[in-house]
């Protein structure tokens, strides 16, 4: 399915499929840096939001609530 959808579409795919897959919020989905991600571990951490609206604010925040502060194990390509 990958193959036949055009590259330059690609990144949107992959963050509909994470936020599928994860059930992670858009701001939260924004707001990952590389060193949320655990490759070795296999492991996703989700800790932060980041306001993308005039009424969400502007930058980095705290998460919606505290139990949306979590850890996703990420499943292996098979």
Do not use: C, H, W
Not at 22 to 30: A, D, L, P, Y
């Amino acid at each position: 399915m990958l193959d036949k959808i055009a590259v330059k579409k690609r990144p949107v795919l992959y963050l509909l499929l994470l936020a599928f897959v994860s059930g992670m919020r858009f701001s939260e989905m924004i707001a990952l840096k590389r060193k949320d991600f655990d490759f070795e571990k296999n492991l996703m951490t989700i800790s932060k939001a980041r306001g993308y609206s005039s009424n969400m604010g502007d930058g980095e925040q705290e998460t919606k609530s505290i139990a949306s502060e979590r850890v996703i194990e990420i499943n292996k390509k098979q």
